[in-house]
């Protein structure tokens, strides 16, 4: 079974500061990873995600991933934050199941990005 | 252009009631899920439906039952609600790798 660890449950940061997510995952087999964000009280959208080739994703809103086979790791960054980028961020991922449509979202627990003016 | 809705967006009922969410997806998708989001905001998969069958049934009670009419609609019904069961459900649907959700019914048991 895969598992995701989110190593800050906060993470407080000014404006235009740059700011790192970190996440940490668990597997057997190869992974697809993903970050989420959801703002309050809405669903969750895709931010990035990680299929396979380069290892350096970049997403919306000005965010980017890279991810470490070795170190099992998949962190967000942001070179310079927004107010609007306050929401929580989710990292989540699904089995490599060979193309596979169906596979399931395993998600870390979370980490509230705070911008402060 | 809503791509994935639930209806409805807050639901409040009393212990031991039955009560049903329903969910659309517009995209053409064949693959939608549950998922229950606690207090404390995680996030955990419940059932996923590919074509209209049943894939992946999570440790889910069996007052739980999904039902899927056609591929475009997954609902959840609940029995015999329990205090436990407060939380927000999401509805998802993919095609591919990436799932996209629905706003999210806030279910509150009283």
């Known amino acids: 079974a895969q598992s995701v660890t989110q190593l800050d449950s906060q993470v407080p940061v000014f404006e235009e500061a740059p700011v790192e997510l970190r996440c940490n995952y668990s597997?057997?087999?190869?992974?697809?990873l993903f970050w989420y964000v959801q703002y309050p009280n809405q669903g969750l959208q895709l931010l990035l995600k990680?299929?396979?080739?380069?290892?350096l994703v970049k997403g919306i809103n000005g965010f980017e991933a890279e991810f470490n086979k070795s170190q099992t790791s998949f962190h967000l960054r942001k070179p310079s934050v927004h107010i609007s980028d306050t929401a929580e961020y989710f990292c989540?991922?699904?089995?490599?199941?060979?193309?596979?449509?169906?596979?399931?979202?395993?998600f870390g627990q979370g980490t509230i990005l705070t911008v402060h003016p | 252009d809503t791509a994935v809705s639930q209806t409805p967006k807050y639901l409040v009922t009393q212990m031991g009631n039955d009560k049903s969410i329903k969910c659309e997806q517009n995209?053409?998708?064949?693959?939608m899920y549950w998922y229950k989001q606690d207090s404390k905001k995680f996030l955990k998969i419940m059932f996923s439906?590919?074509?209209?069958?049943?894939?992946i049934n999570e440790t889910v009670p069996n007052r739980f039952s999904p039902k899927s009419p056609d591929k475009a609609h997954l609902n959840l019904h609940i029995n015999s609600l329990e205090l436990g069961d407060s939380a927000v459900y999401f509805c998802?649907?993919?095609?591919?790798?990436?799932?996209?959700f629905g706003p999210g019914t806030r279910l509150t048991v009283t």
């Open positions: 989540a991922v699904s089995l490599n199941a060979g193309g596979t449509s169906y596979g399931k979202l395993t």
């Open positions: 995209l053409g998708h064949d693959t």
């Open positions: 998802a649907s993919s095609s591919d790798y990436e799932q996209y």
């Open positions: 597997s057997s087999v190869s992974v697809y």
């Open positions: 990680y299929l396979s080739g380069s290892t």
């Open positions: 439906y590919n074509n209209k069958e049943l894939i």
